[in-house]
């Protein structure tokens, strides 16, 4: 058998393939960072200095929207006002009776055979009134989330997985996916989840765009203003929170979106753009999500795919610096609202050194709102959760989420979610 050859990458302290490091192509040495300096959040694109939460909010915000959908992800249109719901299945006696299951269709266009979202929720059975819910996308179809033999087996194209057959899921695919969705730990702790499948909105995979949903809303490939499936599912993320908003066994007023991956990238975007989430949780997402654009470690704009993003978006690669914004702005877009960016120790590829720096680089927002910032001035020690109102922690180990990950989730949620009036979305 041949020998493999390592390396030590000096920001995990973990030990990765040298295959493998060639192969992402990315920097893993934390010395050949070069310096760099990042955009000033609170100066407007006219220089002007942004000194009070009513210039963040009029000026400075909606212009930080345009830029990361000129150059990062592209402009989502606003929901068809013929959206509609279908409760497809209601059961009050789900999971051995620790929960009430929701099946919903979506016909985001209003028709039965339009574009559609089925979404999957979960509430704790025995709650005496509205709970909080996670939203999050999931890889593989709803069924792979749990092994609930109730859950409808998705219809839609699968990247390759345990239980998907040329693309199609199967009833071997059924929870796959379950040690990324703890679902039981988390109604027990008062909390409701609820799932789509990614595939509903745009197939995650290239050259998939006429399978999306950007079609049926009027979207062209060669559009040069095309949304990319990151704005695709982070657009979806806001649907499904539409129909939450009409159960009345949700508290509309703390729904989480939460992500891992490419998915984070997607729920840090729709916690950005809409302002009904009332926390966002970013779990491993690397460039494109909480990670430093102009830091050059790891993942970079020229290896990404290019289906995530705006057609523009790749014309910055090898010039980061040029970007008008940077992964601090993305976060700082939450504000004031409590926003969790998390890491794992061993994913170098996904820099959880420029995560956590990009989470201190939006505090100078949260702290003009008057909500406080990031309660460490350096990198914490790997599994040392951070819960204040930007909260941080990097688990020991690989790209994963885990239940490890969703204790302090649910720790932070505990923290953060008081009653508040409902804000507009988007």
Same mark, same amino acid.
């Given at each position: 058998?041949?020998?493999?050859?390592?390396?030590?990458?000096?920001?995990?302290?973990?030990?990765?393939?040298?295959?493998?490091?060639?192969?992402?192509?990315?920097?893993?040495?934390?010395?050949?960072?070069?310096?760099?300096?990042?955009?000033?959040?609170?100066?407007?694109?006219?220089?002007?200095?942004?000194?009070?939460?009513?210039?963040?909010?009029?000026?400075?915000?909606? %212009?930080?929207?345009?830029?990361?959908?000129?150059?990062?992800?592209?402009?989502?249109?606003?929901?068809?006002?013929?959206?509609?719901?279908?409760?497809?299945?209601?059961?009050?006696?789900?999971?051995?009776?620790?929960?009430?299951?929701?099946?919903?269709?979506?016909?985001?266009?209003?028709?039965?055979?339009?574009?559609?979202?089925?979404?999957?929720?979960?509430?704790?059975a025995? =709650?005496?009134?509205?709970?909080?819910?996670?939203?999050?996308?999931?890889?593989?179809?709803?069924?792979?989330?749990?092994?609930?033999?109730?859950?409808?087996?998705?219809?839609?194209?699968?990247?390759?997985?345990?239980?998907?057959?040329k693309?199609?899921?199967?009833?071997?695919?059924?929870?796959?996916?379950?040690?990324?969705?703890?679902?039981?730990?988390?109604?027990?702790?008062?909390?409701?989840?609820?799932? *789509?499948?990614?595939?509903? !909105?745009?197939?995650?995979?290239?050259?998939?765009?006429?399978?999306?949903?950007?079609?049926?809303?009027?979207? =062209?490939?060669s559009?040069?203003?095309?949304?990319?499936?990151?704005?695709?599912?982070?657009?979806?993320?806001?649907?499904?929170?539409?129909?939450?908003?009409?159960?009345? @066994?949700?508290?509309?007023?703390? *729904?989480?979106? *939460?992500g891992h991956?490419?998915?984070?990238?997607?729920?840090?975007? @729709?916690?950005?753009r809409?302002?009904?989430?009332?926390?966002?949780?970013?779990?491993?997402?690397g460039?494109?999500?909480?990670?430093?654009y102009?830091?050059?470690?790891? %993942?970079?704009?020229?290896?990404?795919?290019?289906?995530?993003?705006?057609?523009?978006?790749?014309?910055?690669?090898?010039?980061?610096? %040029?970007?008008?914004?940077?992964?601090?702005?993305?976060?700082? !877009?939450?504000?004031? &609202?409590?926003?969790? *960016?998390?890491? @794992?120790?061993?994913?170098?590829?996904?820099d959880?050194?420029?995560?956590?720096?990009? @989470?201190?680089?939006?505090?100078?927002?949260?702290?003009?709102?008057?909500?406080?910032?990031?309660?460490?001035?350096?990198?914490?020690?790997?599994?040392?959760?951070?819960?204040?109102?930007?909260?941080?922690?990097?688990?020991?180990?690989?790209?994963?989420?885990?239940?490890?990950?969703?204790?302090?989730f649910?720790?932070?949620?505990?923290?953060?979610?008081?009653?508040? &009036?409902?804000?507009?979305?988007?």
């Open positions: 058998m041949p020998r493999t050859a390592w390396m030590l990458t000096t920001a995990a302290a973990a030990w990765v393939p040298a295959a493998a490091v060639a192969q992402l192509d990315g920097n893993s040495d934390e010395s050949r960072v070069a310096p760099y300096s990042l955009p000033d959040s609170l100066v407007s694109a006219a220089g002007q200095r942004i000194t009070s939460a009513r210039a963040w909010r009029r000026q400075r915000r909606p %212009e930080l929207i345009r830029l990361f959908e000129q150059t990062i992800y592209g402009v989502a249109p606003p929901p068809s006002r013929r959206q509609r719901f279908v409760v497809d299945e209601r059961s009050d006696a789900a999971l051995g009776g620790l929960a009430r299951r929701r099946q919903v269709t979506i016909l985001l266009d209003g028709r039965r055979l339009g574009p559609q979202m089925r979404v999957l929720l979960y509430l704790p025995r =709650a005496e009134g509205p709970v909080p819910v996670f939203v999050g996308l999931n890889f593989h179809g709803n069924q792979a989330v749990h092994p609930d033999p109730a859950v409808a087996i998705t219809p839609m194209w699968v990247t390759p997985a345990a239980g998907i057959r693309g199609a899921a199967t009833a071997a695919s059924r929870g796959i996916d379950a040690g990324e969705w703890p679902v039981e730990a988390i109604l027990r702790a008062g909390y409701g989840v609820a799932t *789509v499948f990614s595939g509903d !909105l745009y197939p995650d995979e290239d050259r998939r765009f006429a399978e999306s949903v950007q079609p049926a809303f009027g979207t =062209a490939f559009d040069p203003a095309r949304w990319g499936a990151i704005a695709t599912w982070a657009w979806g993320l806001s649907r499904v929170y539409d129909y939450l908003a009409t159960d009345r @066994a949700v508290d509309a007023r703390r *729904v989480i979106a *939460v991956s490419r998915y984070a990238k997607a729920a840090l975007w @729709a916690g950005a809409d302002e009904r989430f009332a926390m966002t949780i970013a779990n491993d997402s460039e494109g999500g909480a990670a430093l102009r830091r050059d470690f790891g %993942e970079t704009i020229r290896v990404m795919n290019s289906y995530w993003f705006a057609p523009r978006f790749k014309t910055y690669a090898g010039r980061e610096a %040029e970007l008008p914004v940077d992964a601090h702005e993305l976060i700082a !877009l939450v504000a004031p &609202r409590p926003v969790y *960016v998390a890491s @794992a120790s061993e994913d170098w590829w996904a959880p050194r420029g995560a956590f720096l990009a @989470a201190k680089a939006a505090e100078p927002v949260y702290r003009l709102l008057g909500a406080g910032g990031l309660d460490a001035n350096s990198m914490p020690a790997p599994d040392t959760g951070v819960l204040s109102r930007i909260g941080h922690h990097v688990r020991r180990g690989g790209h994963a989420i885990t239940i490890a990950d969703w204790v302090r649910i720790a932070f949620a505990d923290r953060w979610l008081p009653a508040h &009036r409902q804000p507009s979305g988007r």
